[in-house]
């Protein structure tokens, strides 16, 4: 039996069907892929949001959202449901554009689960009106970062 935790960080019951996996999926792999499989079960609509980390090296958006594309596709990836976007400023207001305010995120341990509180911390004081779903992924995965495949 597997167990997911999800965590809704709103307060507010809604009827959500869209949401926005944000990162930046520089190389996608397979806790990206897992964690858009779990959010495909909970919202009819994804969209990925390829951004830039200024904590990582820059890179071109529009080249890594086509290597995101390709990758997803090689996985099988059910685009009718998956719409990929690059969002070149801050998430916090790219959002605003969206017609949703649902981030989801992906976690793997405490060091992760504190990295994102801070950054939830930050896209709220730039807009409140969003909302936080995490998934956290299974052990198997919990080694697994786009950071460490590149370093390879």
């Not at 909970?42 to 951004?51: A, K, L």
């Not at 976690?107 to 689960?113: C, F, G, I, P």
């Amino acid at each position: 039996m597997r167990i997911t935790r999800k965590i809704n960080f709103s307060n507010q019951i809604s009827n959500i069907k869209k949401a926005a996996f944000v990162g930046t999926f520089n190389p996608v792999h397979d806790g990206h892929v897992w964690i858009i499989q779990e959010a495909l079960k909970d919202f009819d609509e994804i969209y990925i949001v390829v951004s830039q980390n200024p904590d990582k090296p820059q890179a071109n958006l529009d080249y890594v959202a086509g290597d995101v594309y390709k990758d997803l596709k090689s996985r099988h990836c059910d685009f009718s449901r998956v719409c990929i976007l690059v969002n070149k400023g801050l998430t916090a207001e790219y959002m605003k554009k969206l017609d949703t305010n649902t981030i989801i995120r992906g976690y793997r341990n405490k060091h992760d689960w504190k990295y994102e509180m801070q950054l939830k911390d930050a896209y709220l004081s730039l807009n409140p009106n969003l909302q936080f779903i995490y998934y956290k992924s299974p052990r198997a995965l919990h080694k697994i970062s786009s950071t460490d495949i590149k370093r390879k």
